[in-house]
């Protein structure tokens, strides 16, 4: 009941009041999908999770960042992270290479692009240093370190720290002012 709300009636697309134009709902998605297939031990939720994934791909702009109407949304919650694990599972089960393949390519342009922005990432179009940006960035890099463990592993390893340690100014350990959230 639940899909039948959130997705069209042929489960590519998430539904208008879903708000398929935001990257993040489609992303987040995924990974319930994923879970749900796990869960429930039901492959029907994995193969809306791929069609799914084909329509979040299409976002991807040649610089290999997820883009909603030129504005990047990489780190608007981690997109990334929901094809990271949808690639696991995919390869888990041993389902169509090819498409596997296309994710991992996929997901490997996407953590170059956070490779080479650090923190200059941006949030949904505002130039800030903000916690979700930054959190998302870092565990995006970090996971790819562990899902691939190829060439990219050190950098992204490395980067994820940095990004972790500069986050540091973004928290507050006790505060008595209420202004502060």
Same mark, same amino acid.
């Given at each position: 009941?639940?899909?039948?709300?959130?997705?069209?009636?042929? @489960?590519?697309?998430? $539904?208008? =009041?879903? =708000?398929? /134009?935001?990257? /993040?709902?489609?992303?987040?998605? #995924?990974?319930?999908?994923?879970?749900?297939?796990?869960?429930?031990?039901?492959?029907?939720?994995?193969? &809306?999770?791929?069609?799914?994934?084909?329509?979040?791909?299409?976002? /991807?702009? =040649?610089? *290999?960042?997820?883009?909603?109407?030129?504005?990047?949304?990489?780190?608007? &919650?981690?997109?990334?992270?929901?094809?990271?694990?949808?690639?696991?599972?995919? $390869?888990?089960?041993?389902?169509? &290479?090819? !498409?596997?393949?296309?994710?991992?390519?996929?997901?490997?342009? *996407? &953590? !170059?692009?956070?490779?080479?922005?650090?923190?200059?990432?941006?949030?949904? *179009?505002?130039? $800030?240093?903000?916690? *979700?940006? #930054?959190?998302?960035?870092?565990?995006?890099?970090?996971? @790819? =370190?562990?899902?691939?463990?190829?060439?990219?592993?050190?950098?992204?390893?490395?980067?994820?720290?940095?990004?972790?340690?500069?986050?540091?100014?973004?928290?507050?350990?006790?505060?008595?002012?209420?202004?502060?959230?």
């Amino acid at each position: 009941e639940f899909l039948s709300v959130m997705l069209r009636d042929d @489960y590519t697309d998430l $539904t208008p =009041a879903a =708000a398929p /134009q935001r990257i /993040q709902n489609t992303a987040v998605m #995924i990974s319930l999908l994923i879970a749900a297939c796990k869960t429930c031990k039901n492959d029907r939720y994995l193969n &809306i999770a791929r069609s799914l994934a084909k329509k979040l791909l299409t976002y /991807q702009t =040649a610089d *290999g960042a997820l883009r909603m109407r030129n504005v990047h949304y990489s780190c608007v &919650i981690y997109p990334f992270k929901s094809l990271m694990e949808l690639y696991v599972i995919l $390869t888990e089960k041993h389902l169509d &290479i090819q !498409e596997t393949q296309n994710i991992k390519i996929a997901v490997r342009r *996407g &953590i !170059e692009d956070l490779l080479r922005r650090k923190d200059n990432v941006g949030t949904e *179009g505002e130039m $800030t240093f903000e916690d *979700g940006m #930054i959190t998302c960035a870092a565990l995006q890099l970090a996971m @790819y =370190a562990l899902v691939f463990k190829d060439d990219l592993q050190q950098s992204c390893i490395e980067v994820a720290e940095m990004l972790m340690r500069k986050h540091l100014c973004l928290e507050n350990y006790i505060s008595n002012d209420c202004r502060n959230r």
